[in-house]
């Protein structure tokens, strides 16, 4: 983001800005928590969840200290999002988007390099790294505030116009920019002292113009009164399991805190706990019968 022009800069912070101040400051308080207990969850409990895993999946081919490894690295991940400034909506409300990739995301960037020597091959520094060393850019004309270029040796990416298409809303859509990252030629503009491709010029203002209206007009009113108590109350229940797992001292006792917690979500889910009003799904009152009944029998 430190190589995109001021304006743009100031664009994309507002918009995270007006994300999160329409954000639901509970829900999202309590997301974090729920991050933050399971980070600790997995850095208590590893070797307990890896018997858990092994039990499941039968074996995975992985060493159980190379699980205990990886699982340990998951923890880390959570951990530094949990204390960066998303963790905290106060703080999310007037984060610095570039300090957070320049400090944060390169803190994450670390813990992937790190996970990626568990692996056979060590897959993020022998290829993935070695592949961007490959881009090359060469000027084929320039004249003025416009110029050519050509873009080769960058790694084989989805197509993000493609995948957008497939979502809500994205039917006609285009991500200026994103759709750029591909080999080959492409024309570029200078705004601002910054050399952006012209589609993404051409279509930014539009592009955030529309996100903004959706932001504070959609997502505004996306949760009632009614939707945020059935959302605090599966996370509470989640929370309350997870509570649970991490006092846990055998693997049946992890088993039965992890299914608590599932339980918990799922009867909150359909009203079975709560009472809450008819326009909850039949099929998932019936899903947690069901599930207890199971669980009840399972004991």
């Known amino acids: 983001m430190g190589n995109a022009s001021p304006s743009y800069q100031t664009d994309v912070t507002n918009l995270i800005h007006d994300f999160a101040n329409n954000m639901d400051q509970q829900i999202w308080d309590k997301l974090f928590e729920l991050l933050e207990q399971t980070g600790l969850l997995l850095n208590q409990k590893q070797d307990l969840i890896t018997a858990m895993i092994e039990e499941s999946l039968g074996g995975t081919g992985a060493s159980p200290e190379e699980m205990q490894q990886s699982l340990e690295m998951m923890g880390k991940m959570l951990k530094t999002l949990v204390e960066s400034d998303l963790g905290k909506h106060a703080k999310a409300k007037s984060m610095d988007p570039g300090k957070f990739l320049d400090e944060t995301g390169k803190d994450l960037f670390k813990l992937i390099a790190e996970t990626s020597k568990l692996e056979e091959g060590d897959p993020w520094n022998t290829d993935i790294k070695a592949k961007l060393k490959d881009i090359k850019v060469e000027v084929i004309s320039q004249e003025g505030d416009t110029a050519t270029i050509s873009v080769s040796g960058m790694p084989d990416l989805p197509d ?3 995948l957008t298409a497939q979502l809500p809303g994205f039917d006609d859509s285009e991500v200026p920019g994103l759709s750029m990252l591909k080999n080959g030629e ?11 491709p012209k589609a993404m010029a051409e279509g930014w203002k539009e592009t955030i113009t529309g996100a903004s209206e959706m932001i504070n007009t959609d997502l505004k009113d996306l949760l ?7 959302i605090m109350t599966i996370m509470n229940a989640v929370q309350m399991g997870m509570a649970s797992a991490t006092k846990a001292k055998t693997q049946e006792e992890l088993q039965m805190a992890m299914m608590q917690a599932v339980m918990g979500a799922l009867m909150s889910a359909g009203g079975v706990k709560t009472g809450v009003s008819s326009k909850m799904d039949w099929d998932c009152q019936v899903l947690a019968i069901q599930t207890r009944e199971q669980i009840i029998s399972a004991f």
């Not at 570029?188 to 952006?196: C, L």
Request: proline fraction near 5%; aromatic fraction near 4%.
């Open 160 to 162: 993000i116009d493609e």
């Open 186 to 196: 492409q024309e570029v503009v200078k705004v601002e002292g910054k050399w952006i």
């Open 224 to 230: 009632g009164p009614e939707e945020k108590k059935q």
